[in-house]
């Protein structure tokens, strides 16, 4: 069965840097976009960022200048650099992987809490 596991949450305060990961299983083929979704009590999951095959990135407005993702093809492997934290990135982030067909692929969820 395809596997996806994340690491890299916690609690950190505001001002603070975070890096997450997120490893896909070699049993995944044909990976196209991979993306960072996020998701705070009482409100919709949200787009944080995505990065393409070749390496275009896009980024949700409120994290742009904090964010950075970043993929490893070689190891199946997206990853997503926050620093300068703040109280409202607070929420459980979790990875994407499309792959050809449209079918996607979900990591378990990995908390982030930022304190003020």
């Known amino acids: 069965q395809v596997q996806l596991v994340e690491s890299g949450g916690g609690l950190v305060q505001a001002g603070g840097s975070l890096r997450l990961s997120c490893a896909a299983s070699?049993?995944?083929?044909?990976?196209?976009?991979m993306g960072w979704y996020r998701q705070a009590p009482g409100k919709q999951r949200e787009l944080v960022a995505s990065?393409?095959?070749?390496?275009?990135?896009e980024y949700a407005d409120s994290v742009k200048g904090r964010f950075t993702i970043s993929r490893d093809n070689a190891k199946n492997t997206v990853y997503l650099q926050m620093s300068l934290l703040k109280p409202e990135d607070t929420a459980v982030y979790y990875c994407?992987?499309?792959?050809?067909?449209?079918?996607?692929?979900w990591g378990q969820g990995t908390p982030v809490t930022v304190s003020s």
């Open positions: 994407n992987i499309g792959v050809t067909g449209s079918r996607t692929y």
């Open positions: 070699r049993s995944i083929f044909s990976i196209n976009v």
């Open positions: 990065i393409t095959t070749r390496g275009v990135t």
